[in-house]
Nanobody, 120 residues
Framework: VQLQASGGGLVQPGGSLRLSCKVSRAITSVFNPNVMGWYRQAPGKERELVATIRSPPDTTYADSVKGRFTISRDNARKMVFLQMNSLRPDDTAVYYC????????????WGQGTQVTVSS
């Protein structure tokens, strides 16, 4: 399985970005049952889980992003999305997607992630 995140960039505070994650080399019967999540890692900090989505859709969010971020998924295309609004400087991080609520050994190999920088 390959995880390819994209859509990051430089945005001013208050701006928006939409991240996409393509799960490649996985058949839908492997992808669909999994709870998927978006994670982020800021410089000098540990990776944190910011949003999750089950199938059928049921979502959770970290308190720091609740009301600003929206996670979604497209099972047919094996993709996961993260709509990020009202971005703040402390949202600056590399964002990754992967399975959620599983042990470290059950995670897929991490992709390179996509850099989000919020700065004026």
């Amino acid at each position: 399985v390959q995880l390819q995140a994209s859509g990051g960039g430089l945005v001013q505070p208050g701006g928006s970005l939409r991240l996409s994650c393509k799960v490649s080399r996985a058949i839908t019967s492997v992808f669909n049952p999994n709870v998927m999540g978006w994670y982020r890692q800021a410089p000098g900090k540990e990776r944190e889980l910011v949003a999750t989505i089950r199938s059928p859709p049921d979502t959770t969010y970290a308190d720091s992003v609740k009301g600003r971020f929206t996670i979604s998924r497209d099972n047919a295309r094996k993709m996961v999305f993260l709509q990020m609004n009202s971005l703040r400087p402390d949202d600056t991080a590399v964002y990754y997607c992967n399975k959620a609520f599983v042990s470290d050994s059950a995670l897929w190999r991490w992709g390179q992630g996509t850099q989000v920088t919020v700065s004026s």
